[in-house]
């Protein structure tokens, strides 16, 4: 999570990157706020720029110079209070970049300096350096299916059973299987990856 303030201004985006699967949907989780009394009038995110002034955009409430690349692809999930949320289908590789959102209120304006980075792969990697938290997986043993659904592998105790090279894919896109992990597990209290 991110927060970037001033005075009572703020937009929440993901603090780490966001990873997609080319051809797949991502959704970016944002949330703003402003000041009390404040009516927010626009909303939109663009891609790669400062600060969303003059630019074409990925998404804009007004339907106001949304770029042709996102017209069909890109939605506003969030509203005109508070929500943010950005969906895009179909991910390419030229949708790679920083992704920041702007709103306009009928007193002032704000944006998120920081943005959201979004990273597009061919094929599903275990990697600790960015998020599909929004997706759901299927994982593998030694290429059996195991009934783990979440992004993250848990085990509660290693033991020898445990060894062995786990994968992953998406579900959905069980056709891009990540590399293979081999977990070695080296003595009843110890182990290595």
């Given at each position: ?11 929440w ?5 966001v ?76 949708d ?10 009928d ?24 998020s ?40 959905g896109?069980?056709e ?18």
């Amino acid at each position: 999570m991110f927060w970037v303030l001033g005075r009572h201004w703020a937009i929440w985006y993901p603090k780490e990157p966001v990873c997609a699967v080319r051809g797949s949907t991502v959704v970016i989780p944002c949330t703003y706020f402003y000041p009390e009394g404040n009516q927010v009038k626009e909303t939109m995110w663009c891609l790669n720029h400062e600060n969303c002034i003059q630019t074409l955009y990925v998404c804009h409430s007004k339907n106001v110079s949304v770029s042709s690349g996102y017209k069909d692809r890109a939605e506003c999930l969030g509203d005109k209070e508070k929500y943010c949320t950005l969906m895009i289908k179909n991910i390419r590789h030229t949708d790679t970049g920083v992704y920041k959102f702007r709103f306009i209120t009928d007193k002032d304006k704000w944006y998120g300096k920081e943005g959201v980075t979004v990273l597009i792969t061919g094929k599903v990697v275990m990697t600790s350096s960015c998020s599909l938290n929004q997706s759901e997986f299927i994982w593998f043993k030694d290429k059996e299916h195991l009934p783990e659904t979440h992004f993250i592998l848990h085990f509660h105790s290693v033991s020898l059973k445990h060894f062995g090279k786990y994968s992953c894919a998406i579900k959905g896109y069980e056709e891009t299987v990540s590399t293979d992990y081999h977990l070695d597990v080296q003595s009843k209290n110890c182990f290595k990856i």
